[in-house]
């Protein structure tokens, strides 16, 4: 009877150290793939914001565009944190060949990678600054004329 007991006790204690070692193993997996996110989602709006800069000219069409895509992260602090008015969106080169949309936000990390991301990344009382800039040539050297000709063509 005496096995019986003792067997049962280590694995209680067995479990007692493994489960709070998993659970700090799955956090360490959860807070960079949320950051990876939300540096993917901006990316993607970003690059989707300069296809509408080759179409319009309308800054305030293409930023509410960016904000109506952002909404795809979560206000959640390990996702984003700030709402939205948080979104630093700078759009230019609307009358050049080069176009270039730039996105930042901010992320409020768990405390333990809060305390390590100021080593690495860059960080403020929000939380750490993640930043996204696209580039493109949306109009090509070859082309000819300008917007508007090319839009009075098809007015014709």
């Known amino acids: 009877m005496s096995f019986y007991s003792e067997t049962h006790a280590q694995s209680s204690v067995e479990a007692a150290f493994i489960v709070p070692v998993c659970m700090l193993v799955l956090l360490c997996l959860l807070q960079p793939l949320c950051v990876m996110y939300t540096q993917a ?45 948080d979104w630093d969106i700078s759009c230019s080169g609307y009358t050049e060949k080069n176009a270039e949309v730039s996105i930042s936000g901010h992320v409020k990390p768990l405390p333990l990678f809060y305390t390590a991301s100021k080593l690495f990344a860059q960080t403020d009382d929000k939380g750490i600054i993640l930043t996204v800039t696209a580039h493109s040539q949306v109009r090509p050297d070859w082309l000819g004329g300008d917007y508007e000709s090319w839009i009075g063509m098809w007015d014709q």
Request: proline share 4%; charged share 15%.
């Open 41 to 85: 989602t901006m990316w993607s709006t970003a690059n989707q914001a300069l296809r509408c800069i080759e179409t319009t000219q309308d800054t305030s069409a293409v930023t509410s565009y960016i904000q109506r895509r952002l909404k795809a992260i979560p206000e959640i602090p390990l996702f984003h944190v700030g709402g939205t008015q």
